[in-house]
Structures are given as C-alpha cells and as structure tokens.
C-alpha cells in the first residue's frame, strides 16, 4: 500500500526512452523548421474553416467542430514553438508532443472534413517523416502504426457511404506509405547521425594532430617558416623567430624580414639554385643555413623554409666525430700500444749495452722520446672515449689544492719556473669526483708549461681559488705567456685543435667536458698584462670555517 502524501512515479514508456536518450535530440534548425511547418498548417486550417465554407472541393460536416480543431491546432503549436523558445521542454519531449499532436488533429479532421481525403495523408506523411528521422526504429514504427490507425478509421468511416473497396484501397495505400516512410527516415536519420557523429571525432582528431603538429614544429630548434607566392610569411617557429631576429609577428615579406634570406628565395625560385654556405639572417644571430622546400608539388604557391642552425650542425658533426673516435679506440689501443711498448722495451735493452757507441745511444734517445709523445697521444684519445661517469664525492677543495700543488712541485715543475698557491682563509667543500679534478687541474697546469712561457723570463704559474658565502668556490689557473687570440678561444676548446707540435688538441676538451660531468664550467678568463687563465667555477659551495 503506498503511503500517503507521496506520489507514485511515472514508469512508463516515455519516461524509460527519455531516461535512456533512445531518441536522437534534434538540433535548433531541425526542431524550429518541425515547429514552423507545424504553425503553417494550423493557419492554413484556420483560413479553410473561416473562409472556404462554401467551396465545393471542400465540405465540413460540422464547421463549429471543424473551427475550433484547427483553432486548437494552432493554439498546440504555438505554445510548442514558446516552449522550444523557452527551453521549457526537451527537444525530444517536444518531438514527441508534436507527432503526436499531428496524428490527432489529422485523423479528427478526416472524419469531419470532405474533399482533402487525399491531402492530409501526405501532410501527416511529411511530420511523421520529420519525426521518425530522430526516433529509434520501434518506436518509429509504433508511431506509424498509430497514425495509420487513425487515417484509415477516418477513410473507411468515409468509404461507408462512397463505397467501401475504394476506401480500403486508400487506406491500404496510406498504410503502406507510412510505414516505408517512417522505416526509411528511422534508417536514414540513424546513418546521418553516424556519420555526423564519426566526422566529429575525424575533426576532433584532426585537431589534436594540428595542435600537435604545431606543438612540435613550435618546439623544434630547426627554424620553419612558411611563405606564400608573394613572399609574405604565413607561419613562423620561435626558432626561426629567433634566428630571424626576432620580427614582430604577421604576416610579414620576406624582403622587410631578411633580405639576405628573401635573395635566396628569389634565386630558388628562378633557378632552383639552394644557398650553399651559412650566413647571419639579421644583425646578432648566429649563422644559419637556408633549405627551400615546395609544400605541394602540383603548384608554387607555398614554400617551407627550413633554417639549419650551424651551432647545432656542428655539434651534430662533433657528436659523430667523438663516436667514431670511440669505435676506433679499442682497435688504437690494441693495435698501437702494444707494439709501441714493444718498441720503448727494446730501445731500453738497447741503451743498456756497455759498449754502445754514442750515435747509436742518440739515435736510441730518438726512438724514446717519439715513443713517450705517442703514447701520449694514444692516452689522450682512450681518456676522451673511454671517459667513465662521473662519480662526484665531497672534497676539502683548499687542502686537496696545497697537496696537489707540492706534489706537481716536486715531480713535473721544469727547474727556474715558478709556481704560486693562493688559497683563501675561509676553507669549503665542493662536490666532484676526485679522479676528474685531478685530471682537469693536471692538464691545465701542464698546458700553462707547455704553452704559457713567455718570450723573456722564467715561467709564472699561479693557481688561485676564490671563496665567498653567496657565490660558488672559483679556481683560477693562469700563466705569464702571450695569452690565446680572441678569435682562437672557442677553438682552442674544440677537440684535436693545437697549435703546438707535440699537442693532440684534445686536453681543454677534456677538461671541459670533465667539468660539466660534475656540474662545473670551465671558461677562458684573461686580463691585462697576464697570459692565458682558466677559471673552473664549481657547483654548490659548503663553507664551514675561517
């Protein structure tokens, strides 16, 4: 027993399709176009009632009845078109309502009216259509069933004094037209709303592929840029942004942007001539290297300009020299240091003999002292392919410094060169692998002796370090020499660039890459009236006292 003041609800079938979404909501055009159709009958029912009375293709069996249908008609469609303008109702609740409404005052009126026996079927035919498109196909034919029910109660109540076969003739027409009518607008508003619905994840997809593209191409350190048949810019990476010098952005000519870039446009265009060496497309950017692509073969219309930044062309070509250079190593070592220790063993052997003459003892000097440079070479090249990760440890960087020094003192010092320690009072701890800091501070010492003497005078080496509370410890290691040109300092860091004899160009690399392993820089840094200096800036500085 249901308690009371509480209200039973709904069940049925209406509300189960409303609550499962099986009918399709129709959009503003399809619903408003469903609403006005409707509106257009119910005036035009309106003008036949109160005007056409007395015309003989017409007859109204009772005209007050016939009056106030379509007076009802039309008031039921106006307030539907109100409630689709208000919101007030869901589409799909105002598509029923309104079939349903149509097969209503279209049966009503057959059975009160002479003369549109032939009409109203196919207006009822063009709503049902309209609304079966929308619905599921039970339901379409529920529907159908419903409105040939109706008209054919109408046309055989008609047939009853014309003649019953003609009647059931017409209703069996009607009945059949209506239910391929409804089946065929079920079928084919189900395939569009398919297709619409698979075109909508082909344009959603489509936009996420654009925006990832764009994403990409934005991200990409190769410049593109897009330009069309007049040469205006039409797309623009932030990298070409940049090596462009930073243009304001729109679409730009080329020829206002970079007339060195517009140049080799125009002779790509006249020739197909691809500019062959780099060049700086505006004041302050790095050199760059044009490539012209057409973005469609069929026609000239637009051009992709990709520019080749040559600071990334050269790491790339670096990067494959020092591969290559690690391939070979295990062949150099195998191949070459065996023989080699060879060699300096039997050259050993040699000097040893009592009765040598001194020719032969100069000519065995000879054979020693090239055997020592190569080997040299062969372990500057193995400790550059075979270098190992980093494995940082905390270092007293001030005592690890005076052991360092006294110790180079005592074993690789040339005799009359001087070499000065200045430490700081403040002590502090720095973060490195032990094994690198050696190697580091060993190459730039024996660089400062090997390439820093001056032209009179003894050499003077002075190492440095500099501590503050704010700012990382500082290592300088500078000599007395002539220092390195300006224009040759990014190359004396490049690897196999030297410009002494014996030199493998390989030991500021090294240390430079050393440094960056453990989270350091290493920079040229050189002052008036003193040589070439080199400053190792370290990572993270932990000073614990005075």
Same mark, same amino acid.
């Given at each position: 027993?249901?308690?009371?003041g =509480?209200?039973?609800?709904?069940?049925?079938?209406f509300?189960?399709?409303?609550?499962?979404?099986?009918?399709? +909501?129709?959009?503003?055009?399809? %619903?408003?176009? *469903?609403?006005s159709?409707?509106?257009? !009958?119910g005036? %035009?029912?309106v003008?036949? &009632?109160?005007?056409?009375?007395?015309?003989?293709?017409?007859?109204?069996?009772?005209?007050?009845?016939?009056?106030?249908?379509? !007076?009802?008609?039309?008031?039921?469609?106006?307030?539907?078109?109100?409630?689709?303008l208000?919101?007030?109702?869901?589409?799909?609740?105002?598509?029923?309502?309104?079939?349903?409404?149509?097969? +209503?005052?279209?049966? &009503?009126?057959?059975?009160?009216?002479?003369?549109?026996?032939?009409?109203?079927?196919?207006?009822?035919?063009?709503?049902?259509?309209?609304a079966?498109?929308?619905?599921?196909?039970? %339901?379409?034919?529920?529907?159908?069933?419903?409105?040939? @029910?109706?008209?054919?109660?109408?046309?055989? /109540?008609?047939?009853?004094?014309?003649?019953?076969?003609?009647?059931?003739?017409?209703?069996?027409?009607?009945?059949?037209?209506?239910?391929?009518?409804?089946a065929?607008a079920?079928?084919?508003?189900?395939?569009?709303?398919?297709?619409?619905?698979l075109?909508?994840?082909? =344009?959603m997809?489509?936009?996420?592929?654009?925006?990832?593209?764009d994403?990409?191409?934005?991200?990409?350190?190769?410049?593109?840029?897009?330009l069309? #048949?007049?040469?205006?810019?039409?797309?623009?990476?932030?990298s070409?942004?940049?090596? *462009?010098?930073g243009?304001?952005?729109?679409?730009?000519?080329?020829?206002?942007?970079?007339p060195?870039l517009?140049?080799?446009?125009?002779?790509?265009?006249?020739?197909?001539?691809?500019?062959?060496?780099p060049?700086?497309?505006a004041?302050?950017?790095?050199?760059?290297?044009p490539?012209?692509?057409?973005?469609? +073969?069929?026609?000239?219309?637009?051009?992709?300009v990709f520019?080749?930044?040559?600071?990334?062309l050269?790491?790339?070509?670096e990067?494959?020299?020092?591969?290559?250079?690690?391939r070979?190593?295990?062949?150099?070592?195998?191949?070459?240091?065996?023989?080699?220790?060879? @060699?300096?063993q039997a050259?050993?052997?040699?000097?040893?003999?009592p009765?040598?003459?001194?020719?032969?003892?100069?000519?065995?000097?000879?054979?020693d002292?090239?055997?020592?440079?190569?080997?040299?070479?062969?372990?500057?090249? !193995?400790?550059? +392919?075979?270098?190992?990760?980093a494995r940082?440890?905390?270092?007293?960087?001030n /005592?690890?410094?005076?052991?360092q020094?006294? #110790?180079?003192? !005592?074993?690789?010092?040339?005799?009359?060169?001087?070499l000065? *320690?200045?430490?700081?009072?403040?002590?502090s701890?720095?973060?490195?692998d032990?094994?690198?800091?050696?190697?580091?501070?060993?190459?730039?010492?024996?660089?400062?002796?090997?390439?820093?003497?001056?032209?009179?005078?003894?050499? #003077?080496i002075?190492? /440095?370090? /500099?501590?503050?509370?704010?700012?990382p410890?500082r290592?300088?290691?500078?000599?007395?020499?002539?220092?390195?040109?300006?224009?040759?300092i990014?190359?004396?860091?490049?690897?196999?660039?030297?410009?002494?004899?014996?030199?493998?160009?390989l030991?500021l690399?090294?240390?430079?890459?050393?440094?960056?392993?453990?989270?350091a820089?290493?920079?040229?840094?050189?002052?008036?009236?003193?040589?070439?200096?080199?400053?190792v =800036?370290?990572?993270?500085?932990v000073?614990?006292?005075?």
């Amino acid at each position: 027993m249901a308690q009371p003041g =509480r209200r039973k609800r709904n069940t049925g079938f209406f509300s189960e399709l409303m609550r499962s979404h099986l009918i399709a +909501a129709p959009n503003w055009r399809e %619903l408003m176009a *469903l609403h006005s159709y409707r509106c257009a !009958l119910g005036l %035009l029912a309106v003008a036949l &009632t109160f005007g056409a009375y007395d015309r003989e293709w017409v007859r109204f069996e009772d005209l007050h009845i016939t009056r106030a249908l379509g !007076l009802g008609y039309l008031g039921a469609a106006v307030v539907l078109l109100l409630y689709a303008l208000n919101d007030r109702l869901s589409r799909q609740g105002q598509l029923l309502l309104g079939v349903i409404l149509d097969i +209503a005052v279209m049966s &009503t009126a057959m059975l009160f009216t002479r003369g549109l026996e032939g009409m109203l079927p196919l207006l009822l035919l063009v709503s049902l259509a309209g609304a079966a498109n929308f619905l599921p196909m039970r %339901l379409a034919m529920g529907m159908a069933a419903f409105a040939v @029910i109706g008209m054919q109660a109408a046309m055989i /109540s008609h047939g009853l004094g014309d003649g019953i076969t003609k009647a059931g003739a017409d209703a069996a027409v009607f009945g059949v037209a209506t239910f391929v009518v409804a089946a065929i607008a079920s079928l084919l508003g189900e395939r569009v709303r398919e297709a619409e619905a698979l075109a909508a994840r082909r =344009r959603m997809e489509l936009l996420d592929m654009d925006r990832l593209n764009d994403l990409v191409v934005h991200r990409m350190r190769t410049g593109v840029l897009v330009l069309d #048949e007049a040469g205006r810019i039409q797309r623009m990476n932030e990298s070409a942004w940049r090596q *462009l010098g930073g243009p304001r952005r729109g679409e730009l000519p080329i020829d206002e942007v970079s007339p060195l870039l517009a140049q080799g446009w125009h002779r790509w265009r006249e020739g197909g001539q691809q500019p062959g060496a780099p060049t700086s497309l505006a004041e302050g950017t790095v050199p760059s290297l044009p490539r012209f692509i057409r973005l469609f +073969a069929e026609n000239n219309d637009l051009t992709v300009v990709f520019l080749e930044d040559i600071v990334l062309l050269n790491q790339h070509a670096e990067a494959l020299t020092l591969d290559t250079l690690g391939r070979l190593s295990a062949s150099i070592a195998h191949e070459l240091r065996n023989p080699l220790g060879a @060699i300096r063993q039997a050259g050993q052997l040699l000097g040893e003999a009592p009765d040598l003459p001194d020719r032969h003892r100069k000519l065995i000097g000879i054979i020693d002292k090239h055997s020592q440079r190569l080997e040299h070479i062969v372990r500057g090249v !193995l400790d550059l +392919a075979k270098r190992e990760r980093a494995r940082p440890d905390v270092i007293n960087i001030n /005592s690890w410094l005076a052991t360092q020094i006294e #110790e180079f003192r !005592l074993t690789r010092l040339p005799e009359g060169d001087l070499l000065d *320690l200045q430490l700081p009072t403040a002590t502090s701890e720095i973060l490195f692998d032990p094994v690198h800091l050696d190697q580091v501070v060993g190459n730039l010492l024996g660089n400062a002796i090997n390439y820093g003497r001056p032209a009179v005078g003894p050499l #003077e080496i002075t190492v /440095s370090l /500099s501590v503050s509370a704010n700012e990382p410890p500082r290592l300088l290691i500078a000599d007395n020499g002539s220092g390195i040109p300006a224009d040759k300092i990014e190359l004396a860091f490049k690897p196999f660039y030297t410009t002494g004899k014996g030199g493998t160009g390989l030991g500021l690399y090294l240390c430079r890459q050393l440094c960056e392993a453990n989270s350091a820089t290493l920079d040229y840094d050189s002052q008036p009236g003193r040589g070439a200096g080199f400053v190792v =800036r370290f990572h993270r500085p932990v000073i614990f006292g005075n």
